[in-house]
């Protein structure tokens, strides 16, 4: 699928979506809304992705990111689990991330809640460019080893 195709299929989820939410959905369908699969473009290290309009969950498989808008920050994670490298999920009702495997929780933000694990989930190094974010998904902070740099891994929007 080029480019331009994936660029109409996500305005065109985007427009039903708002066009259902003004129909007045019921909330437990919308509330099913805000987690997409999302493919970035990848120029070496560097995965740009559209800055998310609200606050939602986005999850690029290939190339194993967590993408999160939370309160006017984003952020980019690694798609596994700290512990043991298991994918994480998204629960919606919960408003956290969840290691299937042991099941340790996180908050949208990474930040470690309980479970197996004892740290909170990687970051990628991100940064803001224009109407996008890039990630640098080989560079990876972990809370444990590097604080500074794991807390100053997000952008404001």
């Known amino acids: 699928m080029d480019t331009g195709r ?11 979506a708002a066009a259902l ?32 309009a609200a606050d939602s969950v986005q999850i690029d498989k290939a190339n194993e990111v967590i993408l999160v808008r939370w309160e006017k920050q984003v952020y980019a994670f690694s798609l596994s689990c700290p512990h043991q490298n298991t994918a994480l999920r998204w629960s919606e009702p919960d408003k956290r991330f969840i290691c299937p495997k042991h099941k340790s929780n996180y908050t949208p933000t990474g930040g470690f809640i309980e479970g197996r694990a004892t740290r909170g989930m990687d970051r990628l190094s991100i940064t803001k460019a224009g109407a996008e974010v890039a990630v640098d998904v080989e560079q990876v902070y972990k809370e444990d080893e590097n604080a500074a740099e794991w ?7």
């Open 151 to 157: 807390k100053a891994a997000v952008v404001a929007v």
């Open 6 to 16: 994936r660029e109409f299929f996500r305005t065109s989820t985007v427009a039903v």
């Open 21 to 52: 939410a003004g129909l007045g959905m019921a909330a437990r369908v919308a509330e099913a809304l805000p987690v997409m699969r999302v493919s970035g473009s990848r120029l070496r290290a560097t995965v740009k992705y559209p800055i998310p």
